[in-house]
């Protein structure tokens, strides 16, 4: 008699963790939902990347020694700005958003590759050891001059 009874308050002691469980589970679950997206993704208007800083004003711009950042849209069919330079050793800091459809964002030779998502900001960083002209691809099919999507970076 004694052992059931132990049982029976083992028993209500597990169902009652079990529910403080899955309470703090619901509880966190619905504190997570409740974010608003924009801390996750950074977030911005598809439709107004050219008033939306720093993508109103595209281009290259040196933020330290040997650090660039590269602010990039990517449009059917290419990637404004068309043409950057870096001196070789320098870390770029790419900062992509489409103004249209999904792209990729792909430097052959180097791992970076990355999907650019409209209303998306996609962020990589990579550093040049090796002077050379570098392709930047777009590898994700996005219509018909999808092929001849690409811009470069020189490195020297
Ligand atoms: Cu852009 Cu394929």
């Known amino acids: 008699m004694h ?5 029976k308050m ?4 597990g169902l009652v963790m079990l529910f403080v469980f899955l309470g703090v589970l619901g509880v966190s679950a619905f504190a997570m939902g409740l ?3 924009s801390e996750h993704h950074h977030m911005i208007d598809p439709t107004k990347v050219s008033e939306t800083a720093p993508f109103d004003k595209p281009g290259i711009q040196k933020v330290a020694d040997k650090e660039y950042e590269a602010v990039m849209v990517a449009f059917a069919f290419g990637y404004n700005p068309d043409k950057m330079e870096v001196p070789v050793g320098s870390t770029v800091h790419f900062t992509v958003t489409s103004q249209d459809v999904i792209h990729g964002f792909e430097i052959p030779g ?6 650019v998502i409209p209303g998306e900001v996609s962020q990589v960083s990579h550093k040049f050891t090796k002077p050379g002209e570098y392709l930047i691809l777009c590898n994700e099919y996005c219509g018909t001059a999808h092929e001849y999507m690409a811009t470069k970076i020189v490195v020297k």
Do not use: A, G, I, S
């Open 3 to 7: 052992m059931h009874r132990l049982e």
């Open 35 to 37: 974010q608003p997206p």
């Open 10 to 13: 083992w028993l209500t002691f």
């Open 110 to 115: 180097t791992n970076v590759n990355m999907m």
